[in-house]
């Protein structure tokens, strides 16, 4: 299988994907040679964080790169050891398995050793929020007194949990999910160097299935390509990736809102003959459940909706989000909750869906 996400990932500013203010701020920061001593990058798993420092890294420390320019060269011999993961003076850690005080007594020993004077120390440090407290305050001491040409670049998808006195040292610069518009573009550029012909219905209905996060968009693409279609359809993508059509949920709330229990029923031996495995159905209700929810809870979270869905599907949940009182749809999401757990029980999977339905009729 084509890992596609490794294959094209991004070696210059230029190609990143839906992070155009993280861009702008590194950009302006290599040529205006005001780069911090450290940076906490914030975000969602799967939005570019990780390639940016590593971009960030060869770009301070790129050959031929123009004085008035931030993109690495991507050719000369530092841009290439950074590519293969030899350059001496990148340190990348994941605190989640280094989290202790004597890995970051011993760490702090090796930023202030370069191998050459002409190079730029980068410490990428994974998971940062996982770090002990000592062990963040052993950490704390280097962000205050940092040795010349370094830059320290930790990463969390949980910032809350970093201790406030390091955050203070840190330029925070939060990633965000992408769009569904950015996810697609993305998506029909990695299918055309692959030289397959895949429909933007298709690539819209992986996009969605990724939820925000780039690096799963991808991941899904490589598991359709490796069919080895020339041409993909949307039924090439449900059946390899096990997505159930969220208009399928849609479609499932309305007859809930009705309290049509026979049309309901007649629902479920619909998508049973299309294939659709209680678990994929349930698991695509309760993501589409809870943004019915934050539509009733907050209006204000549409603007986080717009970002990956279309117009007509958000006045579709809007519509709903405002028959349902927030009760009912905690109760919902709690039967349907259970019934994703109790589908193994039953001699037949599908007798967890009956039975969440003979609830909802209560």
Request: charged share 25%; hydrophobic share 45%; with cysteine.
């Amino acid at each position: 299988m084509v890992v596609v996400y490794r294959k094209y990932r991004p070696q210059t500013f230029s190609q990143i994907v839906g992070q155009d203010h993280i861009v702008e701020v590194l950009v302006n920061a290599i040529t205006k040679n005001r780069v911090a001593h450290g940076y906490l990058f914030v975000g969602p798993r799967g939005t570019g964080k990780t390639t940016t420092a590593r971009i960030l890294a060869k770009a301070l420390n790129c050959k031929s790169r123009s004085a008035n320019s931030a993109e690495p060269c991507g050719e000369c011999e530092n841009c290439k050891a950074i590519g293969n993961g030899a350059f001496f003076d990148l340190l990348e850690i994941d605190a989640a398995s280094n989290r202790g005080i004597d890995e970051i007594r011993s760490l702090k020993e090796e930023v202030r050793v370069s191998i050459s004077q002409d190079h730029w120390k980068v410490l990428i440090l994974d998971e940062a929020h996982s770090l002990t407290k000592d062990a963040a305050n052993a950490l704390l001491k280097t962000l205050e007194e940092p040795p010349p040409k370094t830059t320290f670049i930790l990463i969390t998808t949980e910032p809350e949990k970093i201790i406030a006195t390091v955050k203070s040292r840190l330029q925070i610069l939060p990633f965000k999910h992408l769009t569904l518009a950015a996810m697609t573009k993305r998506l029909t550029q990695l299918a055309t160097s692959e030289g397959v012909n895949v429909d933007q219905n298709v690539l819209k209905a992986i996009a969605l299935n990724a939820s925000g996060s780039m690096r799963d968009a991808e991941s899904n693409l490589a598991k359709v390509l490796s069919l080895g279609k020339k041409s993909v359809g949307i039924d090439d993508v449900r059946q390899t990736l096990g997505i159930v059509d969220e208009h399928v949920a849609m479609r499932f709330v309305d007859l809930v809102l009705q309290k049509n229990a026979e049309a309901m029923l007649d629902f479920l031996v619909n998508i049973n003959e299309k294939g659709i495995e209680p678990k994929a159905f349930l698991r695509t209700l309760l993501e589409y459940l809870r943004k019915v929810a934050l539509l009733s809870l907050a209006p204000k979270a549409k603007k986080e909706l717009e970002s990956y869905l279309t117009k007509e599907d958000i006045s579709i949940i809007i519509k709903q989000a405002g028959e349902l009182k927030p009760a009912e749809i905690l109760r919902f999401i709690e039967i349907f909750l259970q019934a994703l757990g109790d589908v193994e029980k039953y001699p037949q999977s599908q007798m967890a869906l009956e039975v969440a339905i003979i609830k909802l009729l209560k």
